[in-house]
């Protein structure tokens, strides 16, 4: 009999590839009528667009802003704080949900949205971005700052140790709470996200770094590619089996970096498959981002939507939106937030600065949010230097509040035919590098 060790070291060595056969894919399902988009004002001379998302749980009007609810909750703020700041959406990770407290519970409980009482529509991720992270180290590499492709495929961030490995079947993950083995594929990520019974999934995909070589981008997609297949017949297979449960989208997820050629063709493969919507992912350079989404809005299907994962940033947001995005999602505003870091039309500040202190203002002029309205700077300054928790929920909702108005006030700009009046408005504000929340 072979011993432990012996057994945990083959359950750690990667799957030996198979013959790649390709299958047939059903043009379509018939339950995909209980999830649509219409397009609405489109934007003159450009990609973008308004728009509506019907899902089992409501409508979402695009642009949109997704809030993040990584573990099944927005950190530090109930879904009903969240729901006032009037976010249509969230999006919580099929990876750490899948972990704790496991799909199997959220199954039994009614799904994501009832679990947590967000009346809403819900998406989850694939847990492709966890994939990359916990591989590399490299955490916030695709937060588009550099790229770097003289070393390895497979280098680790200084200090830090590989806990995922890719083979062409799946993936080998050990798990951050405990260090216990894991195994994704394709369709495990499908069976645990239809446990998890979120509105919008997405495709289990391979997400590069820009770290990574052109021949290895190309490896990678092509992973992808055929990863997405299997998810589709997986998908469809637990729709059939799960009947009487509503119905949950499936986006594609187009990867390929910052290569054209690479994200074109990423778009017409996944085009060509049924998929209700698509995810726009991956490492690219900031500067690139609106071209990048602009390819992808030339290849895709006009009548499906298009996520950009990651981004919230107010110049990330115009430029997606102008290039054809309807909606994005992102945990800067609540990251932030609990780093003493709040929004404003002139940029963001840190509320723990001695300034502070006896600011009898409101976060920011004008401002409608439930902090803006009830409490001053001087308060949550004060919360935040005694270490008190409910500043993280106070600037939180105070952020979420802020992007969610900011894509409110761009879809409304496109339908009134002021979008770039506003976009040169609100960034030569937000970017003009005052000194004070005021502007001055």
């Known amino acids: 009999m072979p011993s432990e060790a012996k057994k945990r070291r083959r359950a750690q060595e990667p799957i030996p590839p198979k013959p790649y056969v390709k299958p047939e894919l059903p043009a379509s399902h018939e339950a995909q009528g209980a999830f649509s988009f219409e397009v609405g004002t489109r934007l003159e001379g450009h990609h973008g667009r308004t728009g509506v998302i019907h899902t089992p749980h409501g409508d979402i009007k695009t642009p949109a802003f997704i809030v993040v609810g990584t573990k099944a909750t927005v950190k530090a703020v109930t879904p009903e704080q969240v729901a006032a700041t009037g976010a249509q959406a969230m999006l919580s990770n099929a990876y750490h949900l899948y972990l704790q407290p496991g799909h199997e519970l959220l199954d039994r409980a009614g799904g994501l949205s009832t679990f947590t009482n967000w009346q809403g529509p819900t998406y989850t991720d694939s847990g492709g971005f966890q994939v990359m992270s916990l591989g590399s180290g490299f955490k916030k590499v695709i937060d588009m700052n550099s790229v770097d492709t003289s070393g390895p495929d497979d280098a680790v961030a200084p200090g830090k140790e590989r806990l995922a490995n890719v083979d062409d079947d799946g993936v080998w993950f050990k798990s951050h709470l405990n260090g216990d083995k894991h195994r994704f594929t394709p369709e495990v990520s499908m069976q645990v996200q239809h446990g998890i019974g979120a509105d919008v999934m997405f495709a289990f995909d391979e997400l590069t ?225 005052q000194g004070d929340p005021q502007g001055r």
């Open 209 to 433: 770094t820009l770290h990574n070589s052109r021949g290895y981008q190309e490896e990678a997609l092509e992973r992808t590619r055929r990863w997405a297949e299997r998810c589709i017949l997986e998908h469809f297979r637990l729709t059939d089996e799960r009947e009487g449960k509503d119905y949950q989208a499936l986006f594609g997820v187009i990867q390929g970096a910052q290569y054209e050629d690479l994200r074109r063709q990423a778009c017409r493969d996944l085009a060509s498959m049924p998929f209700d919507g698509f995810g726009l992912g991956g490492a690219l350079e900031k500067e690139n981002l609106g071209t990048i989404v602009g390819w992808c809005a030339e290849e895709l299907p006009e009548d499906k939507p298009r996520h950009l994962l990651g981004i919230s940033e107010p110049d990330d947001v115009f430029w997606a939106i102008e290039n054809g995005a309807d909606t994005f999602d992102c945990v800067s505003p609540t990251r932030v937030a609990r780093n003493s870091a709040f929004y404003t039309d002139h940029g963001r500040f840190n509320l723990a600065g001695r300034r502070y202190k006896e600011d009898f203002t409101p976060l920011m002029e004008g401002c409608e949010c439930y902090t803006c309205t009830h409490y001053t700077r001087a308060y949550v300054h004060h919360l935040y230097k005694a270490d008190e928790l409910l500043s993280h929920t106070l600037i939180s909702i105070h952020n979420i509040a802020f992007t969610v108005r900011l894509v409110d006030r761009a879809r409304e700009a496109i339908e009134n035919g002021t979008f770039f009046e506003l976009k040169e408005k609100v960034l030569g504000d937000y970017y003009a590098k």
